[in-house]
């Protein structure tokens, strides 16, 4: 693999799981009345669950994926 095609993959995981962590947050906040407080918590509770499906999941997907793409 190409060191260019490893940066641009490193690089999406990373803003995959960033991206992951401001769900949690943004369910956090949520669930203590700071955003959005007249959908709480059930917007919250759904926020959080994204968040970490997004963090510890789709990595695990695209791994998968390229994987495949590969060839291996």
Do not use: H
């Not at 190409?2 to 940066?7: G, I, L, S, T, Y």
């Not at 917007?43 to 994204?50: K, N, R």
């Amino acid at each position: 693999m190409n060191e260019d095609k490893a940066k641009a993959r490193f690089m999406l995981l990373n803003m995959v799981r960033f991206s992951g962590i401001l769900f949690v947050f943004a369910g956090l906040a949520n669930g203590g009345g700071k955003l959005l407080p007249e959908l709480a918590p059930y917007l919250g509770l759904a926020l959080c669950t994204i968040g970490l499906i997004d963090f510890f999941g789709v990595p695990i997907f695209l791994k998968k994926a390229w994987k495949k793409q590969d060839g291996q």
